[in-house]
């Protein structure tokens, strides 16, 4: 019997709620803390100035011991409310010069296949209450990605998938259904991890997949909302011998943790 132990995080590019500054050790540790065989990372940074130039997934896979990794640009220049930013197009993060902002998945085992699909914007503004603000500001959706990896176990082959989706409602609906369409065609059982903008049993309804964890994950330090998920093709949720919420040094999102029995 295998045991595997999936995450989700969302590092807010790595801002530690303690003092507002963003530190690679923070982040390294974090990560080592998370413990995690296979995590996707949302809201992460390559080469910003804001967060020291670091690669981050490369930082979260450092601290976890992990040989496999892949950031996917979401989009090219800072996210920083300016619009002074570009959709990426390139799905390998390492071919992109320069900062970008995207997500990462990390795996300690060994990856088969890689794959990414990307998403539109949602066409609409949406009013949000932004940190630091004092009243609802109406947002500009960004762009949306997905990567998939196909991982070899002791077990044999599985799927995980990773992505942040949109905060319009009905538009992360619809994304999500695409999103676990074209996750079918890739080895099960499958999983989808990963901030879905999408609040508590919602995702499972959306999608017809199985919740692994039903546990509120925002904001930290008291979480009182899902936001962060795990779901399963392929396998039950008897499997799941264990979930956490896990409040870590970096990031207003807990991190979201799943051992599974394969």
Not at 157 to 172: A, D, I, K
Not at 178 to 191: H, V
Request: glycine fraction near 8%; include cysteine.
């Amino acid at each position: 019997m295998t045991v595997l132990r999936l995450a989700t995080f969302n590092l807010l590019h790595g801002v530690s709620l303690a003092d507002g500054s963003v530190q690679r050790m923070a982040l390294h540790q974090a990560a080592g803390a998370l413990d995690a065989d296979v995590v996707g990372l949302q809201e992460v940074d390559r080469g910003q100035a804001r967060s020291g130039g670091v690669d981050q997934t490369a930082v979260v896979a450092a601290a976890l011991g992990a040989q496999a990794w892949r950031f996917v640009p979401v989009l090219l220049g800072t996210p920083d409310g300016t619009r002074s930013w570009s959709a990426a197009t390139v799905d390998d993060g390492a071919l992109v010069d320069g900062p970008s902002y995207g997500i990462g998945l990390v795996s300690r085992l060994p990856v088969r296949a890689w794959a990414v699909l990307r998403f539109p914007a949602a066409p609409v503004r949406v009013p949000l209450l932004v940190p630091g603000a004092k009243r609802l500001i109406r947002v500009a959706d960004e762009p949306r990605v997905a990567v998939a990896a196909v991982v070899d176990t002791s077990s044999g082959r599985l799927t995980v998938v990773t992505t942040h989706l949109s905060f319009v409602p009905g538009w992360n609906a619809a994304q999500l259904r695409r999103l676990t369409r074209w996750a079918r065609r890739f080895p099960a059982p499958r999983f989808v991890l990963g901030d879905l903008n999408l609040p508590g049993a919602l995702p499972a309804r959306i999608s017809g997949w199985t919740q692994l964890a039903r546990v509120a994950t925002y904001p930290t330090p008291r979480p009182r909302v899902q936001f962060d998920h795990a779901l399963a093709e392929g396998l039950t949720s008897d499997a799941v011998v264990r979930v956490a919420a896990l409040p870590l040094a970096v990031s207003d999102h807990c991190a979201l943790a799943v051992n599974i029995e394969l």
